[in-house]
């Protein structure tokens, strides 16, 4: 059975950073593409960030590039959000999802089989 852990959120001020983490199990993580999604209250899904680990490509949305880093460690079947100088716009749930970048950023329920549970980050000051 595929699953994805998140941990790693909570609260933040504005300007701060957070690591988020996401570990796998039941699939070769290695050779997957990864994503993170948010849902911020009341709003829908975003695609945030995706990985191709085995060929080094990351993607970004532009609401986080420059602020955001996507990693991934094979050896501990483990995705990262690295995010940095966080604002209150990055308040959501962040997921993690088993895919690469998504083709129909409106409708990212079918862009992914494998979620994991959802981890809360919030901004505030």
């Known amino acids: 059975e595929e699953q994805l852990v998140e941990s790693g959120g909570g609260l933040v001020q504005p300007g701060g950073s957070l690591r988020l983490s996401c570990v796998a199990s039941?699939?070769?993580?290695?050779?997957?593409?990864m994503s993170w999604v948010r849902q911020a209250p009341g709003k829908g899904l975003e695609w945030v960030s995706s990985?191709?680990?085995?060929?080094?490509?990351?993607y970004y949305a532009d609401s986080v590039k420059g602020r955001f880093t996507i990693s991934a460690d094979n050896a501990k079947n483990t995705l990262y959000l690295q995010m940095s100088s966080l604002k209150s716009e990055d308040t959501a749930v962040y997921y993690c999802?088993?895919?690469?970048?998504?083709?129909?950023?409106?409708?990212?329920?079918?862009?992914?089989?494998?979620w994991g549970q959802g981890t809360q980050v919030t901004v505030s000051s």
């Open positions: 039941g699939f070769t993580f290695a050779t997957s593409a």
């Open positions: 990985i191709y680990s085995y060929i080094h490509k990351t």
């Open positions: 999802a088993k895919g690469g970048p998504p083709v129909d950023e409106l409708n990212l329920l079918n862009e992914y089989d494998t």
